[in-house]
């Protein structure tokens, strides 16, 4: 009976740690062309800022990625294909547990050719409906 008692307990233990919440936020969203056509197989690297570390992938056949796990901080995000214009955006400011959903646009031109947006929107979280919020040390 000790045995089975602590494979119970076991089981509780790994069923606790699974649905642990996460601080880490994901960017997500789509790729296309100037025409709205999906562009797939794009090279999206996002980079954080204060650390260098970045995060790549690359868009699929519907021209969607996703980046999970990114910590938070100030990200600057590159996009890449062979045919189109290297589009670099950011700052984005990824908080806990943001879902952040980039849309990006490739123009075509020479790969050696550069877009650079400087002037980020305010990022509209449409993945989840969950609400959080950073609490500084002024706050506490």
Not at 16 to 21: E, F, P, V
Not at 33 to 44: K, L, W, Y
Not at 77 to 95: A, H, R
């Amino acid at each position: 009976m000790t045995r089975f008692r602590m494979l119970i307990a076991l089981a509780v233990t790994f069923a606790a740690l699974g649905s642990a919440q996460t601080f880490q936020a994901q960017l997500t969203g789509v790729i296309r062309d100037a025409t709205g056509a999906v562009v797939p197989n794009a090279n999206i690297t996002a980079t954080n800022q204060a650390t260098g570390v970045s995060a790549s992938t690359t868009s699929n056949d519907q021209g969607l990625f996703r980046l999970p796990a990114l910590p938070p901080a100030d990200y600057k995000v590159s996009v890449s294909l062979k045919g189109f214009k290297t589009v670099e955006q950011g700052p984005i400011t990824l908080q806990v547990n943001d879902v952040v959903n980039l849309p990006i646009t490739l123009q075509l031109g020479d790969a050696s050719e550069k877009i650079v947006v400087s002037a980020a929107a305010e990022a509209l979280q449409t993945e989840t409906s969950s609400v959080g919020q950073v609490v500084n040390t002024r706050s506490i």
